[in-house]
T-cell receptor, first 114, second 113 residues
Framework: DGGITQSPKYLFRKEGQNVTLSCEQN?????MYWYRQDPGQGLRLIYYSQIVNDFQKGDIAEGYSVSREKKESFPLTVTSAQKNPTAFYLCASRGGVPVNSPLHFGNGTRLTVT | GENVEQHPSTLSVQEGDSAVIKCTYSDSASNYFPWYKQELGKRPQLIID?????GEKKDQRIAVTLNKTAKHFSLHITETQPEDSAVYFCAASKSGGSYIPTFGRGTSLIVHP
């Protein structure tokens, strides 16, 4: 389903470089999330934001940073401090706050760092 | 915090058979349980969800059951088809606070024609 756009689909970087992954949504959702997906590891939460200008660390935040200056946008920066950045990154949003509701995911960005 | 265990990690069935994926959770306060399907290289998408005030929910060939006492919930797919082949994730979350879902590690379902 449309509404969440991640770009680019594939990203290649050299080790030691910071890289920013884009996530934009037009669903008017307050909450947004970043997940990292590795084979056999499921979905691990990096950062989340429930409202503009506020965000919280997830389970694996080290080596990552985010910002939430606009409701529609939640970019993720993978810094050189992230030891193993090669992975598939998924952005998601959720409406219906404060009631529990499902996540809507973007198509993901596959990052390869060499 | 919440812990969600999902089994099996891989499930192989013949077309037309049924498939069952099971998840257990640890936090008795969890009250929302969605299931997502992720086809290869694509985004996870919600296929069915259940809330704690309901014991079972069906949508065509898919059903989810919830046992709050035992703290487990299951996904049932009947009359499987090759297009059901994907990775399936269960999740659990609770009201109040951040509503952050905790995901299981996923089950790779392979349906052989």
């Amino acid at each position: 389903d449309g509404g969440i756009t991640q770009s680019p689909k594939y990203l290649f970087r050299k080790e030691g470089q910071n890289v920013t992954l884009s996530c934009e949504q037009n669903l008017n959702h307050d909450a947004m999330y970043w997940y990292r997906q590795d084979p056999g590891q499921g979905l691990r939460l990096i950062y989340y934001s429930q409202i503009v200008n506020d965000f919280q660390k997830g389970d694996i935040a080290e080596g990552y940073s985010v910002s939430r200056e606009k409701k529609e946008s939640f970019p993720l920066t993978v810094t050189s401090a992230q030891k193993n950045p090669t992975a598939f990154y998924l952005c998601a949003s959720r409406g219906g706050v404060p009631v529990n509701s499902p996540l809507h995911f973007g198509n993901g960005t596959r990052l390869t760092v060499t | 915090g919440e812990n969600v265990e999902q089994h099996p990690s891989t499930l192989s069935v013949q077309e037309g058979d049924s498939a069952v994926i099971k998840c257990t959770y640890s936090d008795s306060a969890s009250n929302y349980f969605p299931w997502y399907k992720q086809e290869l290289g694509k985004r996870p998408q919600l296929i069915i969800d259940i809330r704690s005030n309901v014991g079972e929910k069906k949508d065509q060939r898919i059903a989810v059951t919830l046992n709050k006492t035992a703290k487990h919930f299951s996904l049932h797919i009947t009359e499987t088809q090759p297009e059901d082949s994907a990775v399936y994730f269960c999740a659990a979350s609770k009201s109040g606070g951040s509503y952050i879902p905790t995901f299981g590690r996923g089950t790779s379902l392979i349906v052989h024609p």
